[in-house]
């Protein structure tokens, strides 16, 4: 089963436009986390929300978790054409793995 | 070894074989976690182990689907009597110990199965 949906399911911008992508989950969460996978590889972690946080920074990366209304923000500025990749958010359910939504297919133009 | 690794890379199995995918996780890592990933979809997950416990093998699709960790370090996914729709690539990740769930996955490039 996916708890969590991203949305939009693709996006396009051109390089140094900024990204943002949205999930949706369903259930109560202790944390939320965001991973990346290139084309034909495996998925790299970005960052790790927790549900007693509301928004946290790594680098050009952003992220704002909402748990009233069970949603969390991805925005990636400035982006660059190394950024294109589908990007996957996670959430722990039951406690004991990872759910992760269907994902959002970015793709950065120079 | 410096991340997780899995074998082989590719596999090509007709409909009725059994086949054998290999994930050697970061040394030290406790937790294991396998996912199948179908085209154009995200990750979902099929068991996981602490050490050589499964703990969950709540998403295994049929009892086709074997995982073993003997030891606690390598683990071995079974698909027995493959069929068309287990053609997807298969996942592994490991986490740090004592962290489970609540820390960052280090997944492998995986195996991507395809059954003719």
């Known amino acids: 089963s996916q708890q969590g949906e991203e949305d939009p399911q693709a996006l396009s911008i051109q390089e140094g436009e900024n990204a943002t992508m949205n999930c949706s989950y369903k259930?109560?969460?202790?944390?939320l986390q965001w991973y990346r996978q290139n084309s034909g590889r495996g998925l790299v972690h970005l960052i790790l929300i927790r549900s007693n946080e509301r928004e946290k920074h790594s680098g050009r990366l952003r992220v704002t978790l909402d748990t009233s209304k069970k949603s969390s923000s991805l925005l990636i500025t400035a982006s660059r054409a190394a950024d294109t990749a589908s990007y996957f958010c996670?959430?722990?359910?039951?406690?004991?793995?990872?759910?992760f939504g269907k994902g959002t297919t970015l793709s950065v133009s120079s | 070894g410096a991340g997780v690794s899995q074998s082989p890379r590719y596999k090509v199995a007709k409909r009725g074989q059994d086949v054998a995918l290999r994930c050697d996780p970061i040394s030290g890592h406790v937790s294991l976690f396998w996912y199948q990933q179908a085209l154009g979809q995200g990750p979902e997950f099929l068991t996981y182990f602490q050490n050589e416990a499964q703990l969950d093998k709540s998403g295994l699709p049929s009892d086709r689907f074997f995982a073993e960790r003997p030891e606690g370090s390598v683990s071995t996914l079974k698909i027995q009597r493959t069929q068309q729709e287990d053609s997807a690539v298969y996942l592994c990740a490991s986490s740090s110990p004592d962290r489970g769930v609540n820390s960052p996955l280090h997944f492998g490039n995986g195996t991507r199965l395809t059954v003719t």
């Open positions: 996670a959430t722990d359910e039951a406690g004991t793995a990872l759910i």
């Open positions: 259930t109560s969460i202790n944390n």
